[in-house]
């Protein structure tokens, strides 16, 4: 392996803080709002996954890149992630499977990437002040000239990003004669989403982000489903309207993260932005209902309001994050509906709660 002298590059947030490290080779300037994973594995998984959109990506492992890419290890097309930092980047990899290595990776999508950065320091920063916007530079941009930049980003909050990741036109995922039709909005929907409902014997129909309940009802499908998906929940007023709609109906309907905070707020339960959001594959979550401890992969900014939440008597916490009791879960007395904040369809990650998919065929089933 030769050595390869690389240019310097700078990592600016909001605050005027300022870390500096290397370029691995991509040049160009990106913004975001900077967060960070504690995941140790998947960051393929992680970098393409909807919900990250406009986000710079902080990898606290220490090395990223050492088993390369594979074709099928992806939840979108194309990587959703604005940048990336990290602590080492491998440009070589040892994955039997592997279809390339990340730098290539990288270049096919045109990926800000700034290296030997003190990841570890970091991250404590981001946990002691919050999320912020910040912008990594591998083209020689002043620090000046960044910041110029960067005040003209808008922040997190009230920013609607469903729209750019969802589908402009319907699609369909799994077998035709399977035995449910699954109405899913897309919001940022995962492929793994799709595949765990494909394979319990559901036919699903994938709408954009906008379409109306009566759209969506036209097809006959057995049970709703509301997606993950990136940005602030409260300005998706047509989704939250929608879902209005399915309860009113009594459908039986299943959210995922941002589909649970529109099926919170399409019952007058406020959501917030988070201090720092929660985003690992190592989540703890306490199951109220069963009393067992769940295993999960997390990964949001914004919340359900606990506060608001338990003020309504149509619903129940039906799972708490232990680390910190912000709603994990929740479902609806008077309706056939549930929903989760975290990510029962986790790859890799944790299946503790897989179970989810086979609960809402059960409520489909009774349902019909």
């Avoid at 040049?27 to 900077?34: A, M, N, P, Q, S």
């Avoid at 595949?195 to 014997?201: C, E, F, I, M, S």
């Avoid at 406020?270 to 999960?296: A, C, Q």
């Avoid at 309001?305 to 003020?311: A, P, S, V």
């Amino acid at each position: 392996m030769k050595y390869n002298t690389r240019q310097k590059a700078i990592l600016l947030l909001a605050d005027g803080t300022v870390f500096h490290g290397k370029s691995i080779g991509i040049e160009g300037t990106t913004f975001g709002e900077v967060c960070f994973n504690t995941g140790m594995t998947g960051y393929q998984e992680i970098f393409t996954d909807p919900s990250y959109y406009g986000q710079i990506m902080v990898a606290a492992n220490a090395h990223i890149g050492n088993y390369g890419v594979n074709d099928e290890d992806i939840e979108a097309d194309k990587i959703m992630i604005s940048g990336l930092v990290v602590k080492n980047f491998s440009f070589n990899h040892s994955r039997a499977n592997s279809t390339s290595s990340l730098e290539e990776y990288f270049q096919k999508h045109n990926l800000v990437c700034i290296s030997d950065v003190d990841t570890r320091a970091l991250v404590s920063y981001i946990r002691d002040n919050g999320a912020m916007n910040a912008a990594i530079s591998t083209d020689g941009k002043s620090i000046e000239e960044l910041k110029a930049l960067l005040a003209e980003i808008p922040p997190m909050e009230g920013l609607e990003l469903a729209s750019v990741v969802s589908t402009k036109e319907p699609y369909f995922v799994g077998e035709e004669n399977a035995t449910y039709k699954i109405a899913a909005l897309d919001l940022g929907i995962k492929k793994n989403i799709l595949r765990n409902l494909a394979k319990r014997d559901c036919y699903i129909k994938v709408f954009p982000y906008d379409t109306s309940y009566e759209e969506m009802k036209a097809w006959n499908p057995h049970g709703f489903f509301l997606s993950n998906g990136p940005g602030d929940p409260e300005p998706l007023l047509v989704a939250q309207e929608t879902a209005k709609e399915i309860l009113k109906a009594n459908d039986p309907v299943f959210g995922i993260c941002l589909g649970h905070q529109i099926l919170g707020l399409a019952n007058g339960i406020p959501t917030y932005k988070m201090f720092n959001g929660h985003r690992g594959i190592n989540h703890p979550v306490m199951n109220e209902l069963s009393g067992s401890g769940e295993i999960t992969s997390q990964n949001h900014g914004f919340a359900v309001n606990k506060e608001e939440l338990l003020k309504n008597p149509n619903f129940e916490i039906t799972h708490l994050h232990i680390n910190d009791g912000t709603v994990a879960g929740m479902r609806m007395k008077n309706k056939n509906a549930f929903s989760v904040q975290y990510h029962p369809e986790a790859s890799p990650g944790p299946h503790d709660s897989t179970y989810l998919f086979d609960q809402f065929i059960e409520n489909i089933k009774s349902a019909n």
